[in-house]
């Protein structure tokens, strides 16, 4: 199956007030596994006409109100009312089919992808006309959660440490962290977590997304 692997960068956490900074969407085919550098890559910088926010979230992307203030030309960057069509552009040019209406609909993965990037996303013109999720996503928290010791589900710095990362920190860089996610959920393409629990009798494949 081919997923894509999502991420955002906010002003904060609440979606009918902060806005998206930063998303870079990664295409994960996991019949073809490529080296994660030649993964084909999307990433928006938004800009917007002024910007609301925590302080701890404006601190933490001080980098992206850099990029965001300079005057020179961007390739990357565009508005909230452009970032949609971009990206079902983007998903077009990748092969995924387009419904009648001309919808994309993709599988996302994410760390909070339900819970916090959706929310967001659906704020954006265009969302759920030109780009739709499927209602199951893949969150890697799932595959790391110690099921007798853990109270809540594990942070990403905590399902690196478990994956055994060189480095455990999140870099909270949309790109970096969406190939984060595909790195964390490769080793179970071979060995999904039912076969780790058990042989479980014969079923037909999910061939929905093709």
Known sequence: MRYVSLDLETTGGDPQRHQILELAAVVEDTKRVRPLPELPTFRRVVRHPEYVGTAGALALNARLLEELARKGPNAELCTPDELVSQLQSFLLEQ????????????????????????????????????????????????????????????????????????????????????????????????????????????????????
């Not at 969150?139 to 990362?165: G, Q, V």
Request: glycine letters at 6%.
């Open 95 to 210: 092969g995924f089919k387009a419904e009648e209406n001309g919808r994309v609909v993709v599988t996302l993965a994410g760390k909070n992808i339900a819970s916090f990037d959706l929310p967001f996303l659906k704020q954006l013109p265009g969302w759920g006309k030109l780009v739709r999720a499927e209602p199951a996503t893949l969150d890697p928290a799932a595959f790391y959660l110690n099921w007798r010791k853990d109270t809540r589900l594990p942070t990403m710095s905590i399902c690196k440490a478990r994956a055994k990362f060189d480095d455990n920190t999140v870099a909270h860089e949309a790109v970096a962290d969406a190939l984060d996610v595909i790195q964390l959920l490769r080793p179970f393409y071979e060995l999904p977590v039912y076969k780790q629990v058990g042989e479980e009798p014969a079923e037909a494949p999910n061939t929905a997304e093709e």
